[in-house]
């Protein structure tokens, strides 16, 4: 009995695989699958940290939890001798000031299709649920091309790819959340760490 109950609670919370398939019906579709639904389109075995639009094939890997420096490195270059990052000030700002208002900071490294996701300090499960639903869903804009927006991997492109996914998924976030409170989802467990993850906290200084 008690290995029915737990496998009943994991049904009920978005893991990685799950979240790509509620989250990707939900974009395209506007739909939110029950636990029920998404069973039967979940695979037994699941790359790991996949992200996978519906049933095509994998669109790239994404990583949650990571420490800062992690998403430091992928917006400066690293000066050879020294080891140490350089140039990162103005882009890192940027970067903060968008997501001033998420309990997460991530970045699309696009040429090796990997997603990083850094969580702030005290990040609910529901932010983690919407930092992964923001990195598939900027994932599969750029797979999708879209013109110079999703094709280049300019820093600029990238970050209007960035800005305008986010503003896209925050418009829907609440009505999202409500419908898989409503499918039988339990969206205040996080699931999607596999480990033991960073956080870290920021102080962002208005402008004078």
Same mark, same amino acid.
């Given at each position: 009995?008690?290995?029915?109950?737990?496998?009943?609670?994991?049904?009920?919370t978005?893991?990685?695989?799950?979240?790509?398939?509620?989250?990707?019906?939900?974009?395209?579709?506007?739909?939110?699958?029950?636990?029920?639904?998404?069973?039967?389109?979940?695979?037994?075995?699941?790359?790991?940290?996949?992200l996978?639009w519906?049933?095509?094939?994998?669109?790239?890997?994404?990583?949650?939890?990571?420490?800062?420096?992690?998403?430091?490195?992928?917006?400066?270059p690293?000066?050879?001798?020294? %080891?140490?990052?350089?140039?990162?000030?103005?882009?890192?700002m940027?970067?903060?000031?968008?997501?001033?208002?998420?309990?997460?900071?991530?970045?699309?490294?696009?040429?090796?299709?990997?997603?990083?996701?850094?969580?702030?300090?005290?990040?609910?499960?529901?932010?983690?649920?919407?930092?992964?639903?923001?990195?598939?869903?900027?994932?599969?804009?750029?797979?999708?091309?879209? %013109?110079?927006?999703?094709?280049?991997?300019?820093?600029?492109?990238?970050?209007?790819?960035?800005?305008?996914?986010?503003?896209?998924?925050?418009?829907?976030?609440?009505?999202c959340?409500?419908?898989?409170?409503?499918?039988?989802?339990?969206?205040?467990?996080?699931?999607?760490?596999?480990?033991?993850?960073?956080?870290?906290?920021?102080?962002?200084?208005?402008?004078d």
């Open positions: 009995m008690n290995r029915a109950a737990v496998r009943a609670v994991s049904m009920h978005l893991n990685r695989q799950r979240a790509n398939i509620v989250f990707s019906t939900f974009l395209e579709q506007k739909t939110v699958l029950d636990p029920k639904e998404v069973s039967l389109q979940e695979r037994i075995f699941e790359l790991d940290g996949v996978r519906r049933s095509s094939s994998p669109l790239a890997t994404a990583k949650i939890g990571l420490p800062l420096q992690d998403l430091l490195a992928l917006l400066a690293v000066h050879r001798k020294t %080891g140490a990052i350089r140039d990162t000030e103005a882009k890192v940027r970067l903060v000031r968008l997501y001033s208002q998420e309990e997460f900071l991530l970045w699309y490294d696009a040429p090796q299709r990997v997603g990083h996701i850094t969580l702030k300090e005290g990040a609910a499960a529901e932010s983690q649920l919407k930092a992964w639903a923001l990195m598939l869903w900027i994932a599969h804009r750029h797979s999708m091309g879209g %013109g110079s927006v999703a094709t280049s991997a300019s820093f600029e492109r990238m970050l209007d790819l960035h800005r305008s996914s986010l503003q896209d998924l925050s418009s829907r976030w609440a009505d959340i409500q419908r898989l409170r409503t499918a039988g989802w339990d969206v205040d467990i996080a699931s999607l760490e596999t480990r033991s993850g960073s956080r870290i906290r920021l102080q962002v200084k208005d402008d």
